[in-house]
């Protein structure tokens, strides 16, 4: 058996068989979704020190449902200092996001970080 990705397809064509294959019933489209939050609290913090994500620096990622997503429209120097005590680089913190996963990534629209329980 061997299995062919082209184009957002994937095709699995069997060598050796008597019958012709119908290919058509074999083809299974790849789909990407794209979920759309708006003004949603969700975790927030820095993907490689408190996500457990890979990557080489300190990048903004959010948390949503578990699971965790790199954030593009803002990064984590726009919301205080990262290494400072209740910087993301530090701890995990609240933020009011709109916007949409897609492709893995989380594309903020709006991305508001919510005061610590020392700031109320």
Do not use: W
């Amino acid at each position: 058996m061997r299995i062919v990705v082209t184009s957002g397809f994937c095709l699995v064509l069997l060598a050796g068989c008597a019958k012709p294959v119908d290919t058509a019933a074999r083809t299974v489209p790849l789909t990407t979704s794209t979920i759309t939050l708006a003004s949603q609290v969700v975790e927030t913090s820095c993907g490689e020190c408190q996500f457990g994500m890979g990557g080489t620096g300190c990048d903004l990622a959010v948390r949503i449902d578990g699971k965790p997503y790199f954030v593009d429209g803002t990064q984590i120097d726009d919301h205080g200092d990262a290494h400072g005590d209740d910087g993301l680089c530090n701890c995990i913190r609240q933020a009011r996001v709109s916007g949409k996963i897609k492709d893995g990534r989380f594309v903020a629209t709006t991305f508001a970080l919510l005061p610590t329980a020392a700031d109320q």
